[in-house]
């Protein structure tokens, strides 16, 4: 079976531009969740999709978005990008939300912002 | 709102050696999970091990093991027969029992395996 993907694995954007993540989660897992990793403030939840729908959020601004398509696949958008957004955007999916399930983490994107 | 503090920024073992992690965390929920996370340098996060709050009894998985201290709330990980492959960033992380799928980590631990 083949793990979560992420695409692409390398970005580099300018200051103001926006950037749209994508992640395709292990197949028959439906909850995909996103992290950003900075090497200041680490791992840090951004949200949750299950079922196409919004279940958590973490502490950031709106600029941060995402989404989840009927196949489970899910996307994020920065928009307005900032210095302070350069990070590895994890995403990790599980079968179903809920913390019994385990999270299988994919590759990550590596976001430069100049 | 949960915390979760790794106090070793870096550690370093010989192969063939043992070395433990350590992590303490801070909640006021009376279930949860506890994991480690290893992250090697090409960066595919890996589950490592898993502890349920509720079972007393220990997590074991091969060369790996915890020392669960609910009351202590701590939750370290011992590392058996270091290998090379071992080398890799660590990282400590809390979720509390229920239907979110929010992590909470640790600052990890870099973990360097030495000939």
């Known amino acids: 079976k083949a793990g979560v993907t992420q695409t692409p694995r390398y970005l580099i954007k300018t200051r103001g531009q926006q950037v749209t993540l994508s992640c395709s989660p292990i197949?028959?897992?439906?909850?995909v969740s996103w992290y950003q990793q900075t090497p200041g403030q680490g791992l840090q939840f951004l949200f949750e999709y299950f079922s196409e729908t919004q279940r958590n959020k973490g502490n950031f601004p709106g600029r941060f978005s995402g989404r989840q398509f009927s196949n489970s696949r899910s996307e994020m958008n920065v928009s307005t990008l900032e210095l302070g957004d350069s990070a590895l955007y994890l995403c990790?999916?599980?079968?179903?939300?809920?913390?019994?399930?385990?999270?299988?983490f994919g590759p990550g994107t590596r976001l430069t912002v100049l | 709102a949960q915390t979760v503090t790794q106090s070793q920024p870096e550690m370093s073992v010989q192969e063939a050696e043992t070395v433990t992690l350590s992590c303490t965390y801070d909640t006021s929920e009376s279930n949860y999970y506890l994991f480690w996370y290893k992250q090697p340098p090409s960066r595919q996060m890996i589950l490592v091990i898993r502890q349920e709050a509720y079972k007393q009894q220990n997590a074991t998985e091969n060369r790996f093991s915890v020392n669960f201290q609910k009351a202590a709330k701590s939750f370290s990980l011992k590392i058996s027969d270091s290998q090379l492959g071992d080398t890799a960033m660590y990282f400590c992380a809390f979720i509390p029992t229920g239907t979110a799928s929010k992590l909470t980590f640790g600052t990890g631990t870099r973990l360097q395996v030495t000939l």
């Open positions: 197949s028959g897992h439906r909850s």
């Open positions: 990790a999916s599980s079968l179903a939300t809920g913390s019994y399930n385990e999270q299988f």
